[in-house]
């Protein structure tokens, strides 16, 4: 799996768009990035993942660079419920993807 | 929404006793995961299990570790002879097509 590297810990204004950043230099071709985050002693929750293209859903979106060493997930409209650890992960989804090691992640607090 | 359900929600067991703990995964996903989560530390994979039998398993489940579906819908994680280290909040995942995971809450195992 590439190594990803992200930043420990960010603050949110509550309303504003929060950018969460993820360096992923190593990854390779057939590698897909994907987030997960993590509300406190909570199980981790899916939010997105993508290839190449930049993705949307309804909980956020993930722009990747267009050489796909680094990647961007936007929470448009951050609220007190989304503060958490945000996990970017590197791997071949068509292997067992589920063996994903989760890194330190990113603890985002968005505040009032 | 379908969820993953995992019992107990907290399992206080004492040093060498055997411990089950359960899952409900969702019904129709064909992948299912079990991780762990010391206190304050990384989420870890343990193992994954997909047709009816292990697929992939991390260095941590030794044989003091078996996963079980045995009726096919519980998907259940033993630990035999319980240290005072396998005290950690265990996930259970279910799969549908990877990446994208869904977790339970947790069971919080604490071993006296």
């Known amino acids: 799996d590439a190594k990803t590297t992200q930043p420990p810990s960010m603050d949110c204004a509550e309303g504003r768009a929060a950018n969460l950043p993820c360096n992923h230099s190593t990854i390779s071709g057939n590698e897909y990035v994907y987030w997960y985050r993590q509300i406190h002693s909570q199980g981790p929750q899916y939010i997105i993942h993508?290839?190449?293209n930049n993705e949307t859903n309804e909980m956020a979106s993930l722009i990747i660079t267009e050489d796909r060493k680094s990647s961007t997930l936007i929470l448009p409209h951050a609220t007190l419920r989304d503060t958490a650890v945000y996990y970017c992960?590197?791997?071949?989804?068509?292997?067992?993807?589920?063996?994903?090691?989760f890194g330190d992640g990113t603890t985002l607090t968005v505040k009032p | 929404e379908p969820e993953v359900t995992q019992t107990p929600s907290h399992q206080v067991t004492q040093m060498g006793q055997e411990v089950i703990l359960r899952c409900v995964p969702i019904s129709n996903h064909l992948y299912f995961y079990w991780y762990r989560q010391i206190l304050g530390q990384k989420v870890e994979f343990l193992v994954s299990?997909?047709?009816?039998?292990?697929?992939?398993k991390s260095e941590i489940f030794d044989d003091q570790f078996s996963v079980e579906r045995p009726d096919g819908s519980n998907f259940t994680l033993k630990i035999r002879s319980t240290k005072l280290e396998d005290s950690a909040m265990y996930f259970c995942a279910s799969i549908p097509k990877p990446p994208e995971a869904f977790f339970g809450q947790g069971t919080r195992l604490t071993v006296v």
């Open positions: 993508g290839l190449k």
């Open positions: 992960i590197v791997r071949v989804v068509e292997t067992n993807a589920g063996k994903s090691t």
């Open positions: 299990f997909y047709n009816n039998e292990i697929s992939e």
